[in-house]
């Protein structure tokens, strides 16, 4: 055996390590220092070698002194998992779910909310002023909602367990090679909170419960639906029994037998999904597989506040960049002479114009276009634009910032899910295109998961 394999299939040690926890890495773990072994076996050369050693651990928080059992080993650093909290930081608190350890659904729950966002806050600070090298003229309050039975969108893990005797429905173990074991859900809304059970019992009574690798569930202000996927056919005794679950639970069922163009509704024959936003009175109606912002109380302060940014009147033209189903088009439309929404998936241009006609919004208009490239030549380009909102994916909006640019426009609001992309185009935006940073701050749209939304207002410079 070559000593390169030999390294690579080392058993990894059983006694606990020490470690103290300096910070958190961006996926939630405690980053810290291995400064030794617990146990006899301290002596073993082959595990001294950790001491110094950066080490990631699962459950561990700044400030604490923890022993932890090492779940992986690698060139540079080391991965473990909280055993005992010897030193504990005054943020820590008691996990709300009973199943907190073995789901990894949440990253966050034993550190206090405050701190959570309080943290969320740092690092969109850090990322800011390391990556774009940028700092606004001030930090906005934290937006923040609903902390619990807040997720109206979820894909959940569906496995066949035999040795359990029942179909596991959840969200994957912390380590993601299993479904965890989970009675509720503490974070998705109350439709489906306590309905894991349910739904595990329902395609256990399948023909084929292990050909369902997933559940999508979506619930809005009116209606509620999952989408089950299923690698192979569903007979008929399948149909009646997930149409009898339906209207038992009054909960819409859709299929998927393959990629997202086969999703089709199943039961009932007519179904309706749909939320408000209540400052201005609109209903926006989506389909269970489209993108909503999953916190409906955070949802509506970011809104209000992107809104109150970019401070439109009647006579100005607003950009909306990666529109969607019309989140913040509309509530635009309704100050604005006229706002322009650009989307890159077709289905989502289509329920916007349907959104703004089901609100009898006449200045709207939404166009289908990639905005993973520049959009140079466009029709809707043709004009110029007073204002800019941006809400892009997670790999940021760099494609579009040349055009954001020279669209005449004073003001961009952007909206973003990734502290790091938005940091890198911040940059550009100040650096290379002469804007000014005003105004940045968090919204804690996923409460106890490492997840940070952010919004942020650029003004052209004078």
């Known amino acids: ?82 055993t005992q909290v010897l030193t504990a930081s005054p943020d820590r608190i008691i996990p709300q779910c009973a199943w907190y350890e073995q789901c990894g659904g949440c990253a966050l729950q034993h550190m206090d909310h405050g701190a959570q966002v309080h943290w969320k806050h740092k690092r969109l600070v850090d990322n800011l002023e390391r990556i774009g090298q940028v700092s606004p003229k001030r930090w906005a309050e934290p937006i923040v909602g609903e902390a619990w039975g807040y997720r109206r969108r979820a894909r959940l893990s569906v496995r066949n367990v035999p040795g359990k005797g029942r179909v596991l429905v959840g969200f994957r173990e912390r380590q993601g090679r299993f479904v965890a074991d989970i009675g509720h859900c503490e974070v998705l809304d109350g439709v489906f909170a306590h309905r894991l059970e349910s739904l595990s019992e329902l395609i256990g009574q399948l023909s084929i419960p292990s050909a369902i690798p997933q559940i999508e569930v979506a619930v809005g202000d009116v209606g509620a639906a999952l989408i089950l996927r299923h690698l192979e056919p569903l007979d008929s005794d399948d149909l009646m029994e997930l149409k009898r679950w339906s209207d038992a639970n ?15 509704r199943l039961i009932p024959e007519h179904h309706e999904m749909a939320y408000q936003v209540t400052q201005d009175k609109l209903r926006l109606s989506f389909g269970p597989q489209q993108f909503i912002q999953v ?50 998936a077709a289905d989502l241009v289509e329920s916007a114009r349907a959104n703004a006609r089901a609100n009898d919004i006449e200045n709207a208009e939404f166009f289908v276009a990639d905005l ?15 204002g800019v909102l941006i809400d892009p994916p997670r790999s940021g909006a760099e494609e579009v910032l040349s055009v954001i640019a020279h669209s005449q426009a004073r003001r961009v609001v952007y909206v973003s899910c990734n502290p790091a992309t938005l940091a890198r185009d911040a940059g550009l935006l ?24 952010s919004i942020a207002l650029f003004e052209r410079a004078r």
């Open 1 to 82: 055996m070559s000593r390169r394999h030999a390294r690579r299939t080392r058993k990894l040690p059983t006694e606990p390590i020490l470690a103290e926890i300096r910070d958190l890495a961006h996926d939630g773990r405690g980053v810290g220092q291995v400064i030794g072994i617990v146990g006899d076996e301290a002596a073993d050369t082959s595990q001294t070698t950790l001491a110094g050693k950066t080490v990631f651990v699962h459950g561990a928080l700044p400030g604490e002194r923890v022993q932890a059992r090492l779940i992986a080993r690698n060139r540079q650093f080391d991965e473990a998992v909280v």
């Open 250 to 264: 009054e909960i819409a069922i859709y299929l998927q037998s393959k990629g997202p163009d086969t999703v089709t």
């Open 295 to 344: 916190n409906a109380s955070v949802n509506e302060r970011l809104i209000a506040r992107a809104l109150d940014w970019l401070d439109v009147s009647p006579d100005d033209r607003v950009l909306d960049l990666f529109c969607g189903l019309g989140n913040f088009t509309l509530p635009l439309a309704k100050r604005a002479g006229q706002v322009i929404g650009v989307e890159g």
């Open 372 to 386: 993973s490239e520049s959009p140079e030549g466009q029709p809707w380009l043709s004009q110029p634009f007073d």
């Open 430 to 453: 100040v650096n290379t295109y002469e804007f000014e940073l005003v105004e940045a701050g968090i919204a804690d749209m996923f409460p106890h998961t490492a997840h940070v939304e």
